[in-house]
């Protein structure tokens, strides 16, 4: 396995300290073995080389002025990663931690992601370090306003399409919509995740949360078992975690845990999903709100959290659903969770597990739904809301919501006759990049050194 050396080497001295985008590239090249092997012409080709090099990185600053009158300046990124297959399309994420290396990975990651769906979309990721916790509806609007005054030129409904990821969510795609427009003048399907009154799709909102506990359910099939009636760990408390808990009640699972940045929620006879709605999607307060309605819950504030992990997968249940962020569950809770009977992950979140924590979950053989198959959801619902923008249509909930289910199918068993095709049946992460890779990689080939 000399290439995933060379080609992790390679990157830590062109692109240095972006730990998790080594990361992000060294799971993909893992799996790729078996099909690198069988087809030399990738190799012969620099289909590597050329996946690893984003097609094109915008960086830039962001300046903006408080309700206080001082000025502020934040960083700006767009990775427009790979338009092999269609336009760049994937997320932006304002948060803190935000630095090349997260756009990398997550634009590395949403190459892949994309390809699975089937759909004609390129991969890309963008966003700022710009956090939105404390900032005034004032601060948003210019925060987001500047953002868009560089980031216009770079993007259009059939070059590059972004949408929202953390940090970014209707109101803040509303500004930066409303500024492209103001410098454009033009109308037009440049972004997805609007809103309903001006061109947003049906269904939207619910994707990603519900693709996951889609994809849980055909994991689930294929060993004809389904979600009734199980004990459900979420993590995460967003738009994606709050749309999984409103599915797998809908599929009679009970969800009983939920977390944001200050700690975790407990709540053993299920989490109350209209509180939950409550207090984050409007006022986007603590969950430790959540106690003042529910004695009986418990809340385990982030300092108490084990030294090697996360509270959340501490709980005995029999599947989890991490839908938070990055690198949230590790070896020792993946361990745990495991000792305690879980049967099912399914990942909401980019690339949320460690690699030794993925590693453990395919030893034991549990259902394993790695982020780029469970949580495409999303992205593909982007697809369907740039097609109805392009054919000037709008789809009801049901045909929207149909499509969506029948992505994840498709994405599910591509996946796993994959992982049966090359000679390790059930293993979705090997199933996942393979598929994805091979569907970019044709693409490239048949388009020459570009
Ligand atoms: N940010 C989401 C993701 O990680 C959605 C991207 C999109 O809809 O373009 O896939």
């Keep these: 396995m000399s290439y995933i050396h060379e080609t992790i080497s390679n990157l830590k001295n062109t692109s240095p300290a ?3 985008f080594y990361q992000a590239v060294e799971e993909v090249l893992d799996s790729l073995a078996p099909i690198l092997e069988s087809n030399k012409h990738y190799q012969q080709q620099a289909i590597i080389q050329r996946l690893v090099e984003p097609e094109r990185q915008i960086m830039f600053r962001v300046p903006w ?3 206080e009158g001082n000025i502020q300046v934040n960083k700006g990124y767009r990775v427009e990663f790979n338009s092999a297959l269609g336009p760049y399309k994937g997320g932006l994420r304002f948060h803190p931690s ?7 990975f997550l634009g590395f990651e949403q190459i892949f992601k994309n390809a699975l769906t089937g759909l004609p979309i390129g991969g890309g990721k963008g966003g700022s370090n710009f956090d939105a916790k404390g900032k005034s509806d004032g601060e948003i609007m210019r925060f987001c306003q500047s953002f868009m005054n560089e980031l216009y030129r770079h993007i259009g409904p059939t070059t590059d399409v972004p949408a929202g990821d953390i940090g970014v969510g209707a ?11 103001r410098l454009t003048g033009r109308y037009e399907g440049v972004f997805t995740g609007k809103s309903l009154l001006w061109g947003g799709s049906l269904v939207r909102k619910e994707a990603t949360g519900y693709g996951v506990v889609y994809f849980a359910e055909n994991m689930l099939s294929v060993k004809q078992e389904s979600l009734k009636d199980k004990k459900c760990l979420i993590s995460g408390s967003g738009n994606v975690a709050i749309y999984a808990i409103e599915k797998l009640y809908q599929l009679g699972a009970t969800p009983i845990t939920c977390s944001d ?18 207090l984050k999607e409007g006022s986007r307060s603590s969950l430790i709100g959540y106690l003042e309605e529910y004695k009986e819950a418990q809340f385990i504030p982030i300092d108490d959290y084990p030294k090697d992990g996360h509270a959340v997968w501490r709980f005995s249940a029999d599947a989890a659903f991490p839908c ?7 070896l020792a809770d993946a361990q745990a969770l495991i000792e305690n009977g879980c049967q099912l992950v399914s990942e909401g979140a980019n690339m949320p597990s460690t ?35 392009s054919s000037m249509q709008t789809w009801s909930f049901e045909q929207v919501d149909q499509r969506l289910q029948e992505i994840m199918k498709n994405i599910f068993q591509t996946a796993h006759k994959t992982s049966i095709e090359f000679g390790q049946p059930g293993n979705l992460v090997l199933g996942a990049n393979i598929a994805g890779f091979k569907r970019v990689a044709d693409a490239m080939l048949e388009q020459g050194v570009v």
């Design 324 to 330: 938070a962020t990055q690198n949230e569950l590790t």
């Design 65 to 67: 002025v408080d309700d």
């Design 261 to 278: 940045s200050t700690g975790t929620i407990y709540h053993e006879s299920g989490i109350d999903l209209a509180l939950l709605k409550e």
């Design 98 to 104: 935000v630095n090349a290396s997260i756009i990398k």
């Design 18 to 20: 972006q730990a998790e």
């Design 355 to 389: 690699q030794d924590a993925i590693n453990t979950f395919i030893e034991a053989k549990i259902s394993y739904g790695p982020g780029k198959a469970a949580n495409a959801g999303g992205v593909a619902t982007s697809q369907l809301e740039m097609a109805q923008n």
């Design 171 to 181: 109101r803040e795609i509303g500004y930066m919509f409303g500024q492209y427009k």
